[in-house]
Structures are given as structure tokens and as C-alpha cells.
């Protein structure tokens, strides 16, 4: 594999499993310095370890998005560590599955916004000055749902309709600087993400991943 990103500093949120988990493994060969943010710090090293097998040199920051403080201390990491970012690449999410009128809790509404929408907003901010040094990338993990509303899916594409605009209007104000803001939008994808969906009493639905059975996997 042509080694494109060979010692570029590719920081991925949401990597221990999923899509940054897959997109890890996809650029490891390519010897890049990959920067795996999540909150299960385990998971991440074990991702790490296995990145660091196919050529890759890693650093794990534990780190939950939705907290502000704890996405500056994760790019301020990256730079003690690597010195520079190249990439930021936005995919940590959560979902939840259920009418509004069923949501319990209303507080749940907001959850799914400071992990999908303002945990990217974070670490862009951060992460701002450094990717303008290095006339980097900034890639958003969107999803199809951005584009329309999806019944007993509210929270989610609302999460992703405030992500598209914001990184709509980022990509115009950083025009001439040399950042690129790309926007992603899979359909709906096998991954944990669908296990791990709150329901409309705010816990797990444990969604098994035979009944999407028809969707992409992350791999592909």
C-alpha cells in the first residue's frame, strides 16, 4: 500500500470500535502517527497494539467529547507527543432510538447532542490552530440522516443536521487558509453504535446486529 499518509498525525475520536476503529486499521500500514480518543481506554489500547503491528505509531488519550476541558487536554497530548496535527477526524457518536413522546428523560435529548454535535465542535476548536499550521483536514462523520428526519431517530439526525451546518459554515470561514473540511455521510452502518442505542427509558436497547443484517460493515 502507498504509504500516503506515512508520518502524518491523523487524530481519530471514536476509535475504539466501529468506523474509527476500522479506519485505524486501514491507515496503519501506511506508517502514519494515529492518535485513538475514546473512553474505554482499554479497547483503545488494544486497537493501538494492533496498529502499531501493521506500522503504525499510536497514542491512546482516553477521553470523553462531550467535556470541553477534556478535549483540550487530548490535543495538547497529540502536540507534547507529535508536535503538529494533520487530520482531525470527527466520529465519536451515540444514538438512541425512540418517538419524542416516549423519551422519558428530556435530558437524553442533550446527551446526544454534546457527544455528536459539540464533541466535534470541540475538538475542532482546539485542535483549530494547529491544523491551519499545518494546512490539514478536518473530516466529519456525518451520516445519511443529516439530510432528512427519520421517525423514532429524532435526536440523532438532529445531532447531525447541527454538525453538517456548522462544518458547512467552518469550511467557508477557512477558506485560503489551506484546511479542507470534508463531510461524510454513510447510511446506516453494522456497527456497536446500534448496541449500544439508548431507548425511551434512557438504557441500552442491546440492538443485535443480525437485524441489520443489510447494512454496510465498517470494514467496507
Not at 467535556?67 to 503538529?84: D, E, G, L, R
Not at 473540511?181 to 434512557?202: H, K, M, N, W, Y
Request: hydrophobic content about 45%.
Amino acid at each position: 500500500m502507498p504509504k500516503t499518509w506515512a508520518q502524518h498525525v491523523i487524530i481519530i475520536t471514536g476509535a475504539s470500535s466501529g468506523i474509527g476503529k476500522a479506519l485505524a486499521y486501514l491507515l496503519a500500514p501506511q506508517s502514519p502517527q494515529l492518535v485513538l480518543v475514546a473512553r474505554d481506554g482499554n479497547r483503545l489500547e488494544e486497537v493501538a497494539k494492533h496498529c502499531e503491528t501493521l506500522g503504525a505509531s499510536t497514542l491512546v488519550v482516553p477521553t470523553d467529547v462531550s467535556n470541553p476541558q477534556a478535549c483540550m487536554v487530548m490535543i495538547q497530548s497529540t502536540i507534547s507527543k507529535f508536535s503538529k496535527i494533520d487530520v482531525l477526524v470527527n466520529n465519536a457518536g451515540m444514538s438512541m432510538w425512540s418517538t419524542v413522546e416516549d423519551v422519558q428523560d428530556v435530558s437524553r435529548f442533550k446527551e446526544i447532542m454534546d457527544v455528536n454535535f459539540l464533541g466535534s465542535v470541540y475538538c475542532t476548536k482546539f485542535a483549530l490552530p494547529f491544523l491551519k499550521q499545518a494546512r490539514g483536514r478536518i473530516v466529519e462523520v456525518s451520516s445519511v440522516t443529516s439530510f432528512s428526519g427519520v421517525p423514532s431517530h429524532a435526536a440523532y439526525c438532529a445531532s447531525k443536521h447541527a454538525m453538517n451546518g456548522f462544518f458547512e459554515s467552518l469550511r467557508i470561514e477557512l477558506a485560503g487558509t489551506g484546511v479542507s473540511v470534508t463531510i461524510v455521510a454513510p447510511d446506516l452502518v453494522q456497527t456497536e453504535l446500534f448496541e449500544r442505542s439508548l431507548g425511551a427509558d434512557g438504557q441500552s436497547l442491546s440492538l443485535h446486529l443480525q437485524v441489520f443484517e443489510s447494512f454496510l460493515s465498517s470494514e467496507a
